[in-house]
């Protein structure tokens, strides 16, 4: 038995309501647009290339006494290709025993020398925080008051602990609040746990609203439900 062919009216409905051509843009406007388009695409391609070129320009560098010593003039890009062997190498011998056993010495010597002790000890745990394995609690995104009451801003639980004062035990979260636009820098700070408020974002989605300055945030009412 054939299938009666369905009418165009079963699944459009009518009238159809045809909406009016806009005017075509002046080419004042078109230039405009484009340009301000062009703009916002080339900011995080020249940051990015910036910051790749002095990275670049860095290593080179470093070990630019290398390359003249032994190749007798200077060669570009044989810093970056040293210090990336240098971290496969690196990475190779921290999945190693006799490996981990060099670098826990190394280690050992470092923390002994009161100037670089600080500089190294600090650099590793921002390393552990960042780490894979230690960022399960680097995953909760909460509301902190801040720098007032009644102002609220986007900040990474880190830990939970209880503190001693006259009324009793009272417990406590520490958070890292980042900065815009570079969320590598912020505070360190501590709350009551009843001053801060739970939120259902992503660490990736609550980078993405700090380094865009909130342009990048989906919904600001919805993020900030019930912060009062």
């Given at each position: 038995m054939e299938r009666k062919p369905r009418s165009i009216h079963d699944s459009v409905e009518f009238p159809l309501v045809v909406p009016p051509k806009e005017a075509k843009p002046g080419l004042f406007s078109y230039i405009r647009s484009r340009l301000v388009t062009g703009a916002l695409v080339a900011f995080p391609l020249v940051v990015t290339l910036f910051f790749g070129r002095f990275l670049f320009n860095l290593l080179d560098r470093w070990f630019y006494p290398w390359s003249m010593r032994f190749l007798g003039r200077p060669v570009p890009g044989l810093g970056a290709i040293i210090a990336l062997l240098l971290m496969f190498f690196l990475g190779v011998a921290a999945h190693n025993v006799l490996g981990r056993r060099l670098l826990r010495f190394g280690e050992a010597v470092l923390t002994r020398i009161p100037v670089l002790r600080p500089v190294y000890l600090g650099a590793r745990e921002v390393s552990r925080a960042l780490s894979r394995e230690r960022t399960q609690g680097f995953r909760r995104v909460v509301l902190i008051p801040f720098p007032s009451p009644g102002a609220w801003c986007i900040a990474f639980q880190t830990v939970e602990f209880v503190t001693q004062t006259e009324e009793g035990p009272v417990p406590m979260v520490a958070v890292f609040m980042p900065t815009t636009p570079n969320p590598t820098t912020g505070f360190f700070l501590a709350y009551p746990k009843t001053a801060v408020r739970p939120t259902?974002?992503?660490?990736?989605?609550?980078?993405?609203?700090?380094?865009?300055?909130?342009?990048?945030?989906?919904?600001?009412?919805e993020i900030f439900r019930g912060a009062r």
């Open positions: 259902d974002l992503s660490v990736e989605e609550a980078v993405k609203v700090v380094i865009s300055g909130g342009l990048a945030a989906g919904d600001l009412a």
